[in-house]
């Protein structure tokens, strides 16, 4: 049976994450401490294991629920090597991410650098330039006081000056003279501190360079290596998908065709974990918005049909919408604990059990082929949640036409009950409503993820989301 829209891969492999361990093949669940070449090894064996039983189940009939629970076993160890091949892709492409930004960093350090040795170049330039001509300075001054003889006889030169006058004259040319020697002295010792201090960051700094451009080289290297792998995994991943997708199309053609024979009509196996996240945001929403509403109502019902919507079946539904006036009214709860009823009274036989495959958090009643059949509150509550689920052309998904309420009672160790109502073909109650026992809140049909008319029904306790859900079995007459 070709469906509507196509499974959107990453919701598809999560859903068998969402039940406990006992109910979760075992094969799937990754083991403390494994490594992944021999998790793949595990996968491997089990998927050959699930080959093996298919081909020998498939001898007998693929419309049997022991082939459809194998092909879903198959599809939950096809489901776990695409998760490890995504976790793989990833971290290969983080890897790229920051090889590029190594690169681009490497590349900006270069560009400084070059631009820093070219100025250190051109300043030691300038400070050759400049020493060369003081200690040409220096060198004749050196040279002059050489020749003229006097480089050991400044006393003699002193002496032989003609009267005081000409002796302190001569003095001051002394003082002149040594002290413009010791600046030149002075000068040269530091410009030639200076010219050696240049190069040495020069030449730190030409290493530096040949560092990072080696850097760079083998950056730019791996880089290309790792999108060649990457590359090769988004097309393993992209092959893993459409095995995937296949994979779970026969299984929901088989499953429609078992349900069409048996009239055990439930959900289709690809209620996707993103899709139970957002439903259960939703429902956390509105749990704390109504969290203080307990009341009683009044109700005028009126209806107004529009467009016919076909299920994932291929059976139209009639969409109604109810208007509410509601009188508000505090109550308190009366009673001991919670105690559920039927929710639907006509059809109280569990055709599909908490757990029966991973995913199922609740029961399935089904009405046999089916509709309008009347679809009660399992005990007195608030309706928190009266609500369509609607993919973008209109069609239903998931739930479909659901109802959350939240109940007066609770356990008897004092946990909170929530119960959820599911596929219904119309609602008759609206948020923030308070309900009786019994009372009739919906007409039974097969809207969302559904190969049939039927009731899904869910039992929370402690809280509103899907990871409270418990067996209703336990909860029911």
Known sequence: MKRKALIKLIAVLSVFCLVSGANVPMGYVSASGTSLEQRREELDKKLKDAEQKLAELGRQSEETEAYIETLGDKIAYLTEQFQL??????KIESEVTALEKNIAVNENEILSMSDEIKT???????????????????????????ISGQQGSVL???????GLEDFLTRMQMVNAISKRDGELLQTVRTQTDEITKAKETLSDRTKTLKETQKTLKNNKQQLKTRRVTLLKNQEELQAQQAVIEAQQETQNGLLQKLHNKTKKYGEFRDLTKEELDEIDADIAAADAKYRDATTTTTTKRTTATTKPSTTKSGSPTQKETTTQKTTTTTTTATGSYIKLTYPCPSYTTITCGYGAYPGHTGCDFSTWGNVNCKIVAAEAGTVIISADLTNPDGTYRSYGRYIVIRHDKTTSSGKSVYTLYAHNNSRLVSAGQHVKKGQQ????????????????????IGGPDQYCAQNPANYLP
Do not use: M
Not at 122 to 146: C, G, H, M, P
Not at 156 to 162: A, D, E, G, P, Q
Not at 441 to 460: K, L, M, Q
């Open 120 to 146: 250190l170049e051109q300043n030691v330039r300038i400070l050759d330039k400049e020493f060369q001509q003081t200690y040409l300075e220096y060198s004749q001054r050196i040279r002059a006081i050489y």
């Open 156 to 162: 003699t030169f002193l002496i032989t000056s003609h």
């Open 85 to 90: 091949s995504k976790k793989e892709a990833d």
């Open 441 to 460: 809140i919906a007409y039974s049909g097969s809207t969302g993820n559904s190969t049939g008319p039927h009731c899904h029904f869910e039992v929370r």
